[in-house]
Each structure stands twice: as C-alpha cells, then as structure tokens.
C-alpha cells in the first residue's frame, strides 16, 4: 500500500493571504515560490494551493472565470511554472484547487448564456423558467443562506446556484461541457501539477425534478441532499477518473464536506472502485457546534472530547483497509482551531498539544497556513470588516432578527474570515493591502518562532520529523486505537506497527488526573517542562500532551 501521497505531510497555502512578494498588497505565486525553502524545512512534502485562476473574486477565486489563465493580483503562468520546478527540485508535490462545480458569472460561457437566445452555452448551465406565478422555480436554499435561484430578466428564466448567486452551477448532464472540464484538468496536469483538491464535488448532479423540498411555510428550504451525493454523480466521476485521471501519477482528494457519511465516502475512495483518492469530511471540524449555534453564548460551547474521539474513531473504523483520508483540523472554510478546540490563552500549549493529536493518528495530515505558529480567530471589531461572501449572507439574513453585538459575537467565533487573515512571518510586518493583519502578529509570527526553541513551530518541525523519519511506519500504517475511551477531557490513543507509541492529549484548560505512572515508557515528545506525577498518577496539566514509546 505504499503510496507517496500516504507518506507526505500536507500544507494547505491560501493564495491571497499567504505572502506577498512584491508588496502590493495580495499574496502571489512568487510570494509560494520564496516561501518552498521554509516549507521544506517544516518537512513538508505536499501543497494544496488555492484557486488562482482568473476571478473576479467574489468567493476568494472559487468563482473561475478563466480556467486556464492566472488572476493578475497572483502572477503570471511563467511564475506558476517556475513555482512547479522550484517545489519538485526541493521535492515537494503541488496540488491544485480544482473547481468543478460552478464557473464566475464573469465567465463567458454564462454570459453569452445569458445573452445569446442560441447559445449553445445555455445548457452548459442550469435554467428554468420562472414558475406558474412568474416566482423562483422552486424554494431550495443554497449554501450561502440565499435561494438557489436568481432570475435574469433579460431572457425572462432563473439559473441556478449552491453557492453565492455570483458562481452559477453548470450542468454536468451535458457532455460537451464534462469534456471542456476534462480539458482544463489534463491542462493543469501536463503542466506539471501533482493532483488536485476537488472543490465541492459532492455537488455535480442535481435532483433534475427540481420538485419543491417539504417547507413549512413558504420559507426556504436548506436541504442539500438535492444537490449532494447523487447517483448521476458517480457516472460522471467514473467518466472523469477513465479519461482524465488514469492517465497521470497524480493524487486527488476530493471536497465531500458535511453531507457525507462514511458509506458515502467510500463510494467516492474506496480503493478498489473509487474515483478518488482521499475525501475530505467535514464531522471532526465542528465537534463543539461554534458553527450554527448563534443562539449559544461562547461559554455554552465547549469540546465534547468524548464525542470527537468517537468521531475520528468512527472514520478509522469505517474507513480502514478499503480507504485513506486526509486529517486537518480546518481549512480556509473555518475558524482558527487554536480558538476553537484550544485556547488562545494557553496558546502554545493548546496548538502544540493539537499538532501533536493530528500528526500521529491516520490518513495525510494538512496543515492550513499558521496553524504551525498558532494563529488564532481574528477580533473583528465591526460587521463591516467581514468580507466572507457567506459571512456577508449571514450577517443579511440575521440582521432582523439579532442585535449586532450577537451577529458579532457568532462570526468572531465561526467566520471562514478568521482563517483569511495574513499569514503572520515577522513583527515588522507591513500590511500593503486590505486584508485583514491579526493585532497579534507583534508575538506570533513565523519569525519570532524560528528563533525560540521551545515554540510552536520548533515543536511542529519536531513531530513532523518523527513522521517522516524514526517513526514513520507507526504514524503512517500503524493500527489506530483509542485508549481511556471513556475519559471525557483526555484524547489518546496508541499506533502499533514495529514499535508502539502512544498520544496523550489533555483538552482542558485545567488539570486532570488522569492514570497511574508508568515510568519504563519513553517519553518521546511533550509539551511541558517536567512530568508531573502525585501519588503516583499522572497529573495533566492544561493542554499538556504526550508521544511515548511504550517499551
Ligand atoms: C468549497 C470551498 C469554499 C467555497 C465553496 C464554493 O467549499 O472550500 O471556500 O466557498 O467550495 O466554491
């Protein structure tokens, strides 16, 4: 089962924000470029880079309107090409973004759709009359609190969209257009890209009914199993992997999100039927609820350890033997995990003690930018400082019926735009544009990290090592098992292939006692000075986390 991309520890670099290498204010590919050595020497083998296709940028690039140019505020396709040789002479394999779902309405297939009465590019995308009483033509809700339908008067029918109303979904039942999109897969691919993450891929075939979902009034209706996981899906998936995928040494992992369950998962990447890969979940990203919960008060929401545990352990034992799966703790779609399942006043105990919780369990770790330094949630002082397209929708829709300070409370807590702030590297950085710099990157920053022994980054660079090197047949092809299951504040666990190591992870911000001492095991990693034993337990202090070696 010897696969490189099970071996690797990913990065996750979102463009715009990451680094900036000629000072004009937005990230670019020369500022991925500069930054390969540092990535590198993290122990870093694969990158999963955002979308930089040309965009006018409503959804942060995800709304394409040329698939095959790079948008200016990143660079050139030379710099993409240069970026490609620089990361395969350091040994580092690039993935793309690749977003299938839905183009820009900027895309000149959507507009001559929406223009030209022959288009052939009409049914490249999916219209419908309005319905009998000239209204949407039924009441789906999107994924960005709006109807799915926006009408378009000009030529009198709605489109549709999951997304913001700026990012029209296409209509994979069209054949001509599954081959434009084989197209511009392959072209990324001869350019040298190693795979792709499959941007809401879960989304492609629709409920073609397009029958009303139960409603009990006339309201929307949020019911995503319309456009989710659907048995056409997987006839176009089939047609992709046989005509484009099969063709390349490339890794794909694709974007099934919040509405899959673990049979589904392996529908997609089961090894021996699958279409991809891995496929990322989303179940252990909002264990605590800070998401959807605007009615909770920050202190309602705390980890349940136990039920997250049963969660990771749940995809391990579903999953194991027949699939791989990525593990993160966010990506750019969350907040800050130091914020949410650690606490930024224990900041280098909690980001340690997750970094070290991550990296050892199963499947390819991906680490979102800054999550090696501990970055945290972004302390927006106003609802204007939003720029989340969905935030945005959020804050329209709640504005009625929230005050501002509860709309502020909820996104300060579960904004996507917490995870889009700039990349922190040194304390004399200079904020060029208007993204958003977090107040703190005075003390957290990449640069202060590199110079103390004991920091977040020294400790990720440390565990990442032991990975990839000494005990990388137990972190990567060792049996994943729980351990002290029922322990509501503590997560550990043991890998067990040649040697036998064990993660232990206190999740509280207080002490817990938690097992008699053991002193004959190695203590390979941890996150405080001393071990701390009385009356012969061992005492967990906040965050406190262990890698032993049990001999
Ligand atoms: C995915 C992306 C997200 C984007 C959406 C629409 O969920 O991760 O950022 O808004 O797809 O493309």
New binding site residues.
């Given amino acids: 089962m010897g696969k490189w991309w099970k071996d690797v520890v990913g990065y996750q670099i979102y463009p715009s924000v990451f680094n900036d290498s000629n000072n004009d204010g937005h990230g670019d590919i020369n500022g991925i470029s500069d930054k390969l050595e540092y990535l590198k020497d993290l122990g870093i083998g694969l990158i999963w880079v955002g979308p930089i296709y040309r965009s006018p940028k409503v959804?942060n690039g995800?709304d394409v309107s040329d698939f095959y140019n790079i948008d200016e505020s990143y660079g050139t396709l030379d710099d993409v090409k240069n970026m490609l040789a620089k990361a395969k002479s350091l040994g580092i394999r690039v993935i793309f973004d690749l977003?299938l779902n839905h183009t820009s309405s900027k895309h000149e297939w959507f507009i001559d759709a929406c223009n030209n009465v022959d288009s052939k590019y009409r049914d490249y995308y999916i219209f419908k009359d309005p319905n009998d009483e000239g209204g949407r033509p039924n009441n789906w809700k999107g994924f960005f609190e709006e109807s799915v339908w926006t009408y378009v008067p000009k030529i009198n029918k709605y489109y549709m969209h999951i997304?913001s109303k700026e990012?029209p979904d296409l209509n994979w039942d069209n054949k001509e257009l599954r081959q434009e999109m084989y197209k511009v897969a392959r072209y990324w691919l001869d350019m040298g890209v190693d795979g792709f993450r499959l941007?809401?891929i879960a989304h492609l075939a629709k409920d073609k009914t397009f029958r009303d979902s139960k409603a009990y009034k006339d309201d929307l209706v949020y019911d995503p199993s319309k456009f989710s996981n659907r048995k056409e899906l997987f006839k176009y998936l089939k047609e992709f992997k046989k005509e484009v995928l099969d063709h390349y040494d490339c890794v794909t992992i694709g974007?099934v999100?919040g509405c899959a369950t673990t049979d589904e998962a392996l529908k997609y990447s089961n090894y021996k039927t699958g279409y991809f890969n891995m496929v990322f979940n989303f179940d252990t990203c909002w264990e605590n609820g800070a998401y959807g919960s605007i009615d909770k008060s920050d202190s309602e929401i705390k980890t349940n350890v136990y039920n997250l545990k049963l969660l990771f352990e749940k995809w391990y034992k579903d999953i194991d033997e027949k699939a791989w799966l990525p593990l993160y703790w966010l990506?750019?779609?969350h907040p800050r995990v130091v914020s949410q399942y650690g606490d930024i006043y224990y900041r280098k105990e909690s980001a340690k003690m997750l970094g070290l919780t991550l990296l050892f369990m199963y499947g390819t770790p991906f680490i979102y930018q800054g999550e090696e330094i501990g970055m945290s949630n972004v302390n927006h002082k106003s609802l204007d400082m939003f720029k989340d397209v969905n935030a945005v929708n959020i804050i329209n829709e709640y504005k009625d019926k929230y005050t501002e300070k509860e709309i502020l409370r909820f996104l300060n807590r579960a904004s996507r735009d917490n995870a889009r702030s700039l990349m922190q590297w040194s304390s004399n950085q200079v904020n060029h544009g208007d993204f958003y710099l977090n107040e703190n990157y005075k003390v957290v920053n990449v640069e202060d990290n590199l110079k103390d022994k004991d920091s977040i980054l020294n400790f990720y660079k440390k565990i990442i090592d032991l990975r990839n090197n000494e005990y990388h047949d137990e972190a990567v092809y060792g049996k994943f098992k729980l351990i002290y299951r029922k322990n509501k504040d503590v997560f550990a666990y043991q890998k067990i292939k040649d040697k036998k190591i064990m993660v232990i992870s206190n999740f509280r911000d207080y002490i817990v006692n938690f097992r008699d001492y053991v002193s004959e095991n190695k203590i390979i990693m941890h996150n405080y000075k001393d071990v701390m034993v009385v009356n012969n337990k061992l005492v967990l202090r906040p965050f406190e986390c262990y890698l032993i070696e049990i001999i």
């Fill in positions: 959804d995800y977003v997304f990012m941007d809401a974007e999100g990506n750019h779609d």
